[in-house]
């Protein structure tokens, strides 16, 4: 008989955990974490506790008083706000007493004594928590006979967002968010007493970047979103959890829709990546999918219009001109709008066909050797240690990203330095913000690593350096020549891309990278010298989206024949012999991958406009024709072959529909090319060096189709400090002259303090005169005068 | 009726460099603005927004929760009659009739000459007076009817320009606090030492 020793070994006995407390709630016991509140405890207990102004992603401040509990005190059992006393060892909770339950029905009542009670024509209904809690917590009758409270309504607070002032219950939701997280405190408490409402400055708009966050967050019906007033009721809803792609940084939402029409998207908790924010861009751009000047069926040019044909004579003209080409003369431009499984399919097509030239960007991104360096994720870079940001305005650009590093700055878990031509929406959370003119930015940042404070602070603790094309007229050389100064200081130093395009990383990974350097601007060097006889346009626009318009002008007219696969008739497709409807967001499920790596899914909501397919399926549609055996003819046999080739996916990638946050994939490192030292030429001071930075709401297709998002682009204009606005002779608002050698534009001028002297910003694709047309690839900066007229 | 003059700019500043933050001034920032125009302009709290680094909604907000501050212009002199208890009692709303027919306007309006406006206020903490009113915050107590009408004539006829300010002006004489004199601008974060007169015994 063998005695089997039970004992664990010393060794193996972990310390006991400092914070764990131990906590009874309604007679379970808890295990709990000091610090935590009572109420994020009894979630995870799944004991509900009623609550309005609780939102686990701000702070608490106690503002409802719906969340009471009964707590075990020494003189007996007393009530505490569960939002705001954290956890005790040993605590007694009970939330399910005569006593609680009673203050509950207090509380709801008072909150519904000035409430209209108008559910049956509030958005909200039906997924209100005032509602629900109401019916669940409440006492069902009110004792209040005498006239509610009347104000205006609903008042529009911003273009995007109305205000019902009778239905709030001023839990301080929308203003906490504007002011902690979003950083635009554009909305407040305003008045006393039983005046209190939330309002606006007058005639000064919610003008955020994040606004539909807080019609989301809204507990009650007070905030409306304009997109989706009276167009749905929340029972009449399907819904399927996503990822958005209109930036790279690929918050999950959910697309929700009613009889075939995309409706609404609404943030997802993913704890990587968006924590349940998306931007208002991200949020309201679904109404492009629904919009009237979608493309429905296949075009084929005739003369210099199009006529519509069918998909089979459209892909047999495409698949002929395939066939009949020359050799090593077909260019694929684009495929970062699509999943990756579109990508794949096309990287596949192309492998078969020998088709290298391929690039997923259009001459505005980085080099694939970005990839090459130690790969950082947003939880990496917002844990601790100091976050370079050598990119463009984040804010702009990829707007969740700029709320993760704002929340982990303002919370001092990592010192932001920023290196930047000018102020930025991170400069105000910046621990040293410097700013360095365009070309001049890797000997600043040499110089401020020099600096003995900065060093120390690097080798503190990790450092994460956030690369992106901050200015588009500067080479991107320039800001790998940043990233490679930051390096030299700091070789432990991670990386993380900042690519603009939905699904940039992954089209470059899977296989749509320039191969052999040949990339989108030596592709188009090549189609205006005549040498491409087929040019693919993967739902890329380069007339519009190619700093160097001249170029793109040039590479389209150059291209003998040109296939462009899209959702809209872009400005580039008008000008394409053969156009393919594509299927568009919500339109197809499939994968796709976000600036750090992440693979998550995107799903079919609605059925694809017209006759729209996705692009994976019009690549193996052609591969059939030309005679190609990809071996593919459904998205699980791409996602199978992808898994098999492509390093890095497999069968991690292939469990993603079931994961809220996807899964990293760590890539094989592309080889990195040795950069050729390049600098910038130094700049006459009568001239200014032009920074040609993106603003949120641009021309982008998806933005001008969206009719609440329309007319939210600034215009296009020119902007520089005042004191050189006094030198040019011009008024603020006046139209000045821009120009360089290459052409002359005239914008309207502005003035802010926040721009160096010498530079001058101009925001890109803006309606408006097209600053491009200054603009040459191959100059690694661009400056312009400015003169009065 | 704009943004702050050159001379409260510069008293902004030195209003600022008091606290360790700088939107801590908002208040009096507000109270000198409203000196300036006589009412809080929108012009000025988005001024004040500039000077402490806060946006116009937040100083709004935080303006809107106090009745002193006006949003509208009100009459040179604001003349608050209590309307609480021990005043009604001994007869403040008979006084508030008499006030709006001698004035010829309603409780909330100010007459045509923009000389005079009347309100109706809560307790003003003399009740032992009752009942009692203020002239831009100045008290009158056991006020009559005629101690009223003897008011709007030294006030139509100027004799009390010297005694009362006209509405907005905090105080006669301006605080200064020389700049050596002053306990200077620290952090709450920074400071180490309890103060003086806790004598080096625990706070609580």
Known sequence: MTTIDNTPEIDNVPPPDPNAVSITINGRTVAARKGELIIAAADRANEYIPRFCYHPRMSSVGMCRQCLVEVEGPRGPMMVVSCMTPVADGQIVRTNTPQVKRAHEGILELLLANHPLDCPVCDKGGECPLQDQAFSHGAGESRFVEEKRHYEKPIAISDLVYLDRERCILCDRCTRFADEVAGDPLISFTQRGNNTQVMTFPDEPFASYFSGNTVQICPVGALTAQPYRFKARPWDLEQRESTCTTCSVGCRTVVQSSRDELLRYQGVDSDPVNWGWLCDRGRFNFQSVNSEDRLESPQVKSGDSFVSTSWADALETVARTLRLATPGSVAILGGARGTNEDAFMWASLADAMGITMRDAQLDDGLPTSIFSYSQATIDSACAGGTVILLAPDLKEELPVLHLRLRDAADKKRIRIIEVSSHESGLTKQAWRSVRAESGTTASAVAALLADSAVAAQLSSGPVTIIAGRANLAESADLTIASVEAVLAAAPTASVLPVLRRGNVRGALSVGLAPQNGKDAAAILEAAANGQVECLILLGADPMADVADADLARRGIAGAKFVVAIDTFLTQSAAHADVVLPAAAYGEKDGTTMNLEGRVTNVVQKITPRGTSRADWMIAAELADLSGHDIGATTLADVQKLMAQRVPGFGATTTSVAIKRDGVVVSMASPTRTPLAVTSAPPRNSYEFRLDLSRKLYDRAVATLTSPALAGLAQGASVCIHPLDLERVGAAEGATVRVSNNHSSIVLPVRASESIPRGTAVVPFNQPGADIRELIRHGESVVDVRIESM | ?204
Not at chain 2, 51 to 60: I, K, N, Q, W
């Open chain 2, 1 to 204: 009726m704009a943004r702050l003059t050159e001379e409260n700019i510069r008293l902004a500043r030195e209003i600022i460099s008091r606290y360790p933050k700088p939107r801590s001034a908002t208040i009096p920032l507000l109270h000198l603005a409203q000196e300036q125009d006589g009412f809080v302009t929108n012009e000025a709290m988005e001024h004040i927004g500039q000077l402490v680094g806060a946006t116009s909604a937040e100083v709004y907000g935080t303006a809107s929760f106090y009745e002193m501050f006006k949003f509208e212009p009100v009459g040179k002199y604001l003349i608050n009659i209590c309307g609480t208890m021990s005043c009604a009692l001994m007869g403040s709303e008979e006084l508030m009739h008499h006030a709006e027919s001698r004035l010829g306007i309603h409780m909330g309006g100010t007459t045509a000459d923009g000389l005079i406006t009347l309100e109706r206020a809560e307790c003003q903490a003399a009740c032992t007076e009752a009942p009692c009113l203020q002239v831009n915050y100045r008290y009158r107590f056991r006020v009559t009817a005629e101690n009223f009408d003897t008011l709007v004539d030294q006030l139509q006829s100027g004799a009390l320009e010297g005694e009362i300010p006209a509405h907005g002006t905090v105080a006669a004489v301006r605080q200064h606090i020389p700049a050596d004199k002053g306990v200077g601008a620290v952090a709450p974060e920074d400071v180490t030492e309890g103060p003086a007169w806790l004598d080096g015994k625990a706070a609580l």
